[in-house]
């Protein structure tokens, strides 16, 4: 998952993302653009959830777009192309990706934003209002989001979760940095099953009939201990030296129980130790950056 809140409406569209990009069980973190623009359409499309996906939406769909006339002929062949780019690859994150396009839409005569995602089969729907993933706890989560939440999260959690406030519509650039931040504190500091790793920068997009264009707003520099809560219990480096988390044994994961015969989280079917447990050398480089 990722961070991507938008709102199109009448005579112009906001959109903010985060630029976190990680490998499955966040063993690596790395940035990646997540916004696409298309601006012979005045449109961008958003991807969320799976990079190889993302890349591959993207690019297919902007080389398709110079055959649309506009936003809603863009949407009209969508579907079929990203149905072809998810049967052609196997994607990681199954439940996870989806493809935003916002846009002037002629038919509509306004900015309109569709999500498409492999669950619905890639049939767009449309939003209306303010949409945002992952949602802060005070702030209820789209049916989107709860599809994604249901699997994992109590069901007990989720029906407090409905009875939250509706997202309100930001009104000015730092509104939107303030929901992001609320969001990361809220979403990206709590353990699993409803963390989501969000970090990188915050990217910042307008869109009007005349012009769009992309700001930096924010940098995540998180302090040593908010970013060893956000890799806590994952595969990454720092987290494999961090006290196990399955034990109490009082060791570093890499010395106890990644050395077990347990499958790995990566979902590889192979043992940790055969596959995403730190290398020698590796841990040599991680111990080597916690030096003060
Ligand atoms: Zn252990
Ligand atoms: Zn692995």
Redesign the pocket.
Known sequence: MTLIAFHACGDNAEIITDSLAYSH?ARHLGEVTKVHHLHHLRAVLATQGDVWFGCAAGAHLSNISKHADDFDGLLSVAPAILRRIWEAEDFTDKAEAALFIIGWSPEASEFVSCGLDAKTDFEPWRIEGPFMIPTPHSLRPSEFEFGILEPAVSAEALASWREAAEMPTPQSPQDWVHLALTAWEDRALTPAPSRVFIGGSLYFTQLNYSAQATHRLFDFDPPDEDFLKMVEGT?HPRAQLAPCPFCESGKVFVDCCADLDVE???G?G?A?RD??MLTPEERAQAESELVP
Do not use: A, D, V, W
């Open positions: 069980g595969l790995c989280p990566c590889s192979s940790i596959c995403c």
